[in-house]
């Protein structure tokens, strides 16, 4: 059984960079997209974007200019970074893949909360 | 910016029938935005119930049942249950190969 266990810092200075990593267990991180999600406390569900195993990246228009994702396949993990951060990014960072038919989200991560505050 | 829109909140009654709704700001919702419905209970990372406008997930009763109506998407309870009580998100495939989730629906059963 895929699992995913999303880490990251809890807290994190305005300004600053958010960074957050997904493990992947109980499978490959090759041959699929991985997704992030995000869920600001209280509100819904946005998404932030998505990586190929390859490397290949799409994001979100609205966070862009903010996001960088990446792969590391022999440790089986994707990681998120987003930099010059305010209080309107803090959220529960959710990772997910992507079937291998695409277009839908068989597994997901519970979520690590990551709060923006000095 | 696209903005997919759903009804804030539903209340059903058990054993009750429920339809959810899924709009595009851009135009009429096909299936070529793939639509898919995630349910999230609070705390809990969501679950993906339906995919490709109507294909169910694996372990997903056949209560569940999705579709596009009119120009939207849409997501069927036939019978809810106590359980079903969750917020409901639609997710759509949209034009630059992005993906943007809707406003989210709170369905109430009692």
């Known amino acids: 059984q895929v699992q995913l266990q999303e880490s990251g810092p809890g807290l994190v200075k305005p300004s600053e960079t958010l960074s957050v990593t997904c493990t992947v267990s109980?499978?490959?991180?090759?041959?699929?997209?991985w997704s992030w999600i995000r869920q600001p406390p209280g509100k819904g569900l946005e998404w932030i974007g998505y990586?190929?195993?390859?490397?290949?990246?799409k994001y979100n228009p609205s966070l862009k200019s903010r996001v960088t994702m990446s792969v590391d396949t022999p440790k089986n993990q994707f990681s998120l970074k987003l930099n010059s951060v305010t209080a309107a990014d803090t959220a529960v960072y959710h990772c997910?893949?992507?079937?291998?038919?695409?277009?839908?989200?068989?597994?997901w991560g519970q979520g690590t909360l990551v709060i923006v505050s000095s | 910016q696209t903005v997919v829109t759903q009804e804030p909140s539903f209340s059903v009654s058990p054993g009750g029938t429920v339809t959810l709704s899924c709009g595009l700001s851009?135009?009429?919702?096909?299936?070529?935005?793939?639509p898919s419905w995630h349910q999230q209970t609070p705390g809990q990372a969501p679950r993906t119930l339906i995919y490709?406008?109507?294909a169910r997930s694996s372990g997903v009763p056949d209560r569940f049942s999705g579709s596009i109506l009119g120009n939207k998407a849409a997501l069927t309870i036939t019978g809810a249950q106590a359980g079903d009580e969750s917020d409901y998100y639609c997710?759509?495939?949209?034009?630059?190969?992005?993906?943007?989730f809707g406003t989210g629906t709170k369905v109430t059963v009692l």
């Open positions: 997910a893949r992507y079937a291998i038919s695409g277009f839908v989200l068989d597994y």
């Open positions: 109980g499978g490959s991180i090759s041959g699929y997209y």
């Open positions: 990586i190929h195993y390859s490397g290949t990246t």
């Open positions: 851009s135009g009429s919702v096909s299936t070529s935005n793939y």
């Open positions: 490709s406008t109507n």
């Open positions: 997710l759509l495939y949209v034009d630059g190969g992005t993906y943007v």
